[in-house]
């Protein structure tokens, strides 16, 4: 008898102890992060569902971390309304950073879809800034590239457009040896503003 109830102790410890480890086992792969997480994009969500944020590939083709509106509910409960628009759309992206084969950059848009402010590198990775209005570029900033692009491409330049005033540096060459030569100047010339752009 008192073999029996002793077998029976150890049968009924075996199956706890199995069940115990088993659950704390489990616990401990769920508690454990994953190391890797793949996905072809992510959203981020407001209080309603909507997607305020995407990162993916959109439909450029770019690989992009991009913000759409958000407008939060205020003290009341109001507000929080804003169009439930898909944000691989450029045009519905209102602050974008990405990046274009191995060149980065950062993109603002007005809610009307179009580009106010954008920094990136060019392929040879000299930087350019350009802001806009809603009639279109109005500021340059950086190192444009000439007619043949290239890494000797060493201007630096701040332009007012439509081409009314610009101060530089530009890179000659004389002799063999290369110089850097600053330059200035502003166009008195009236144009009608806005002034209708090159199509």
Do not use: C
């Not at 995407?54 to 205020?74: E, H, K």
């Not at 279109?136 to 491409?153: A, F, M, Y």
Request: hydrophobic share 35%; proline share 8%; net charge positive.
């Amino acid at each position: 008898m008192k073999q029996t109830a002793f077998v029976a102790a150890a049968l009924v410890a075996g199956f706890v102890g199995g069940v115990l480890g088993e659950r704390l086992a489990y616990t401990r792969r769920r508690v454990q992060p994953e190391q890797i997480v793949r996905a072809r994009s992510f959203e981020l969500v407001d209080e309603t569902g909507r997607a305020i944020s995407y990162w993916g590939i959109d439909s450029r083709n770019y690989a992009v971390l991009a913000f759409g509106s958000y407008w939060p509910p205020d003290k009341t409960g109001r507000g929080g309304q804003h169009p439930a628009l898909p944000l691989d759309d450029p045009n519905n992206q209102r602050a974008t950073i990405g990046v274009i084969a191995d060149s980065p950059f950062l993109e603002y848009k007005a809610p009307d879809g179009k580009t106010r402010m954008s920094l990136g590198l060019s392929i040879y990775e000299k930087p350019l800034l350009w802001m806009a209005d809603e009639t279109g570029h109005r500021l340059w900033l950086g190192n444009p590239q000439s007619d043949t692009p290239g890494p000797n491409d060493n201007n630096w330049i701040l332009s007012f457009e439509p081409d009314r005033a610009w101060m530089g540096m530009f890179t000659v060459d004389e002799g063999g040896q290369k110089y850097v030569r600053g330059t200035f100047g502003v166009n008195r010339d009236k144009v009608k503003y806005p002034y209708p752009l090159p199509k």
